[in-house]
């Protein structure tokens, strides 16, 4: 059985900068593709960045491009999720995920999933 745990989540201004992390444990040897997903209040779940770790290709979302990267540390087994230059709109929980094969945009695919860890806003 595999548990996705998130930390890292906080209150942040505009312009600044949060790593969240997602670990990883149990028997992930199947897990190709891992990822996060976000939620807004109102809005549904969106896809934020994904990577199937069978070829090492990571997918972003096009509103997250040049601000986030997504990283893996294998030893720890650990995702991350830098996010830089944030904005009001980035406000969200965000969800680690995981599914075993494509990593697809739709989080109904998705198998696995952690508690989450929320992104907000200060003024």
């Known amino acids: 059985q595999v548990q996705l745990v998130e930390s890292g989540g906080g209150s942040v201004q505009a312009g600044g900068s949060l790593r969240l992390s997602c670990a990883a444990s149990?028997?992930?040897?199947?897990?190709?593709?891992m990822g996060w997903f976000r939620q807004a209040p109102g809005k549904a779940r969106e896809r934020v960045a994904a990577?199937?770790?069978?070829?090492?290709?990571?997918y972003y979302a096009d509103s997250v491009k040049g601000r986030f990267t997504l990283s893996r540390d294998t030893t720890e087994n650990t995702l991350y999720l830098q996010m830089n230059s944030l904005k009001p709109e980035d406000t969200a929980m965000y969800h680690c995920?995981?599914?075993?094969?494509?990593?697809?945009?739709?989080?109904?695919?998705?198998?696995?999933w952690g508690q989450g860890t929320l992104v907000t806003f200060s003024s």
């Open positions: 995920a995981g599914r075993t094969g494509t990593c697809f945009l739709s989080p109904d695919l998705y198998n696995l």
């Open positions: 149990g028997d992930t040897s199947s897990t190709y593709c």
């Open positions: 990577r199937d770790n069978r070829d090492g290709n990571t």
